[in-house]
């Protein structure tokens, strides 16, 4: 009962100024909506970049032959090496207990033709098991299988932009494409994938046999990269340790203590460090904002400060008539803890709003988590309690007397 009493007379006493009430709670609530928008894009942020990943194979490691290095934001190979072979994708799959599958690939960047229609595309090889390791599944048709991959046959999967650019709405299964003029059959087509975590676009792509591509289109022996599907996310450091330790003893490099002629790219790592780097700059925004918010802290300690001011007369009259200096206290902090909700739930709302504007009228993916709008209510409490706190111990130690000699 004594606390709806004291929720009565706060309100009472916060509406006799509403401008100065008003102006207060707006400066809380400015930086809560900061908050949440900041949070909420930085929360849409990780999300879409763990989804990308989990596109690519979330316990996928990338075999790639030499070195690689980051090129425009992308991963690229910046020397020739010819020593990662299809034995060498063998030996990792029989010989490393901690790898389930393994994809070859050898890829190259040519003209495609359909008719009198023609597109650029990456041609790249790989085995039977590339839609799993890759998590990239079939929309039509069907994928090629091994024994077709064995006897060198001249089929091709579509990547969705391909079907687009060759057959518009064509149906396109059981047509032939040439590849260096070299015919292929259409036997399936891909998902659209959309752009990878390097900015590359997956979906312009033309998938074949591995065993046809080095030996009819590519005519070599050696591969790109090798896609490695591990047992569990777990278990990918291990997987890594073991495939480096094998390739080394394969390429006779630790006879001459040489570099590694080839790079393993653990996407887990990648994704990690992404998200970490938007974690901080997250962080970094928050703090901006958390200024702000010490801002309407320290209009919320100007409000209660005047009020003190005005009401002096009534403060030392209800001392005078039996008041406690707690029940002082807990009155003024109960005031500023009402500026702070208030302020706080002005806040949260008017972030959820802009929030799905920005989600819904630009590129940029928003979320919204239930933790990060307690946290901005509890916060402007928190910081409305924080700037009462003087005020209402200022108020607790008015002498009764002086105070009811005041106008």
């Known amino acids: 009962m004594k606390l709806i009493k004291n929720i009565k007379l706060s309100g009472k006493a916060l509406l006799l ?29 990780k999300k879409k970049m763990t989804e990308q990943f989990e596109k690519m194979g979330a316990n996928m490691i990338a075999v790639n032959s030499g070195k690689m290095s980051k090129v425009i934001g992308r991963q690229q190979q910046i020397n020739l090496v010819t020593t990662l072979t299809l034995k060498d994708a063998d030996a990792i799959v029989e010989e490393c207990p901690s790898v389930e599958k393994v994809v070859p690939t050898a890829d190259t960047y040519v003209k495609i033709k359909h008719g009198n229609t023609a597109t650029m595309a990456m041609v790249q090889g790989a085995s039977s098991d590339f839609p799993e390791v890759k998590n990239f599944p079939v ?48 036997i399936g087509t891909l998902v659209s994938k959309g752009a990878s975590a390097e900015g590359a676009n997956e979906d312009k792509v033309v998938v074949i046999p591995i065993q046809t591509s080095l030996r009819r289109v590519l005519n070599r022996d050696y591969l790109n990269r090798i896609f490695v599907k591990t047992k569990s996310k777990e278990t990918m450091h291990l997987a890594e340790n073991e495939i480096e330790s094998l390739l080394r003893k394969r390429h006779k490099l630790n006879v001459r203590n040489k570099e590694n002629d080839f790079t393993l790219d653990n996407k887990l790592n990648a994704m990690n460090a992404e998200q970490e780097s938007s974690q901080m700059f997250t962080w970094l925004i928050v703090g901006i904002a958390g200024i702000s918010l010490l801002v309407g802290g320290v209009g919320v300690l100007a409000v209660m400060l005047l009020s003190i001011r005005e009401r002096t007369s009534e403060i030392g009259l209800r001392i005078s008539v039996g008041a406690r200096k707690k029940d002082i206290v807990w009155q003024f902090l109960s005031e500023a803890s009402m500026l ?45 309690l924080i700037f009462g706190v003087v005020p209402a111990l200022k108020a607790a130690k008015l002498d009764p007397i002086q105070a009811l000699q005041k106008e």
């Not at 707006?26 to 949070?39: A, E, K, N």
């Not at 009228?361 to 910081?383: A, E, L, N, P």
């Open 17 to 45: 100024n509403k401008a100065r009430t008003s102006f207060a709670i707006i400066g809380l609530s400015i930086g809560i909506t900061t908050v949440v928008v900041m949070v909420s894009i930085g929360n849409g942020a």
């Open 139 to 186: 929309k039509e048709g069907r994928f090629f299988t091994n024994k077709e991959d064995k006897l060198t046959k001249r089929v091709a999967v579509l990547g969705n932009q391909i079907q687009t650019n060759l057959f518009g709405d064509q149906y396109p299964v059981g047509e032939t494409i040439f590849i260096r003029n070299i015919p292929f059959e259409v």
């Open 340 to 384: 702070g909700t208030t302020g706080g739930i002005a806040g949260v709302v008017a972030g959820l709003l802009i929030a799905f504007i920005i989600g819904a009228t630009t590129q940029w993916q928003t979320y919204i988590s239930i933790d990060s709008v307690v946290f901005s209510v509890v916060f402007s409490i928190t910081i409305g």
